[in-house]
């Protein structure tokens, strides 16, 4: 499979979430943000950074860049998205995803390597997971407090669309410990940690990432 | 030439942790008795032509659209009193 990932002016995982699914057996194809064009892909990764330097919000900026008119247009016709950190925030000012991440309770930046509870192997993301899997990936944000108001969080938990949950700690103040959820379709998924940066034993946690660069497989065959 | 403004604020139920970082440092600059500190952003827009309903909502819209995400934040506008050139006039700079 073809999987895009965009770079935005101020990405910094593109290289990393290029390698990851290359690791997960896919081609990799650079998107860029400032061209309409997903050049046929068959799914798409926004990556996490600082787009746009987090001007106005984080993600607020990138939302109206061009490549994210198609992928709102794809996403709404089932085009499976993954965004992580910056990218969850770009999936949540586009209205993607419901909700919004705002700065971490503790004020600080945190960086650790972070248990997280798979609750929903049902998205394209998701599948190469046993339901309820703990992993061990990246966590490193700012602004990764995850929030929205009671009715959408009953909606998300009753719909079962919280995808992954921290475990142990709650690193960033995130309402009902949430780290990533999806669309009601399950094809966008956003999420807090970073598994790109755990798919190698060289370097990281270990490999526990690479399940979301090799779902697609699994979910698509 | 006129001024619009358009001043954004976290919603109250939404926790404010740079609000609450200032209310931390305050009284350890010695000012006592504050009991709570909001952070917003304001934005100051210069838009050609008299200030008119029209463009007030026109305002508002890239308040709702952009300046401001409307599931964190709330936003007012109004017309300034002053563009920014005439207050630049006023302190005799050029």
């Known amino acids: 499979m073809r999987i895009g990932v965009v770079t935005f002016p101020g990405s910094l995982d593109d290289v990393d979430a290029a390698r990851a699914v290359v690791r997960g057996g896919h081609d990799a194809v650079a998107l860029w943000h400032g061209d309409a064009d997903l050049r046929g892909v068959d799914a798409v990764v926004l990556p996490g950074g600082f787009s746009y330097g987090d001007y106005l919000r984080c993600g607020a900026i990138s939302r109206f860049a061009p490549v994210m008119g198609r992928v709102v247009e794809e996403a709404g016709r089932g085009l499976p998205v993954l965004g992580i950190c910056n990218g969850f925030q770009i999936l949540c000012e586009s209205h993607l995803l419901p909700g919004a991440l705002i700065r971490n309770d503790h004020r600080k930046f945190v960086c650790r390597d972070q248990r997280v509870r798979i609750e929903n192997n049902r998205t394209p993301w998701t599948s190469a997971y046993d339901q309820g899997a703990e992993i061990t990936v990246v966590l490193k944000n700012g602004e990764g407090a995850y929030v929205a108001d009671q009715p959408t969080l009953d909606r998300l938990e009753g719909e079962g669309r919280v995808v992954a949950r921290y475990l142990e700690v709650n690193p960033n103040g995130s309402l009902h410990d949430i780290a990533g959820i999806c669309n009601d379709r399950g094809n966008v998924v956003g999420l807090m940690p970073h598994p790109e940066h755990a798919v190698e034993d060289l370097c990281g946690p270990g490999t526990d990432g690479l399940g979301f660069f090799t779902s697609l497989v699994a979910a698509l065959a | ?94």
């Open chain 2, 1 to 94: 030439m006129a001024r619009y403004v358009v001043d954004v604020m976290p919603k109250r139920e939404i926790l404010d942790p740079q609000g609450k970082a200032v209310l931390g440092a305050l009284p350890r600059l010695g000012f006592e008795g504050v009991v709570d500190v909001r952070q917003g952003k304001r934005f100051e827009l210069e838009i050609e032509g008299e200030a008119d309903e029209a463009r007030l909502d026109q305002v508002r819209t890239m308040a709702e659209l952009l300046l401001s995400n409307p599931v964190i934040e709330d936003f007012e506008v109004h017309v300034a009193d002053q563009t920014v050139a005439e207050l630049a006039h006023q302190e005799g700079r050029p």
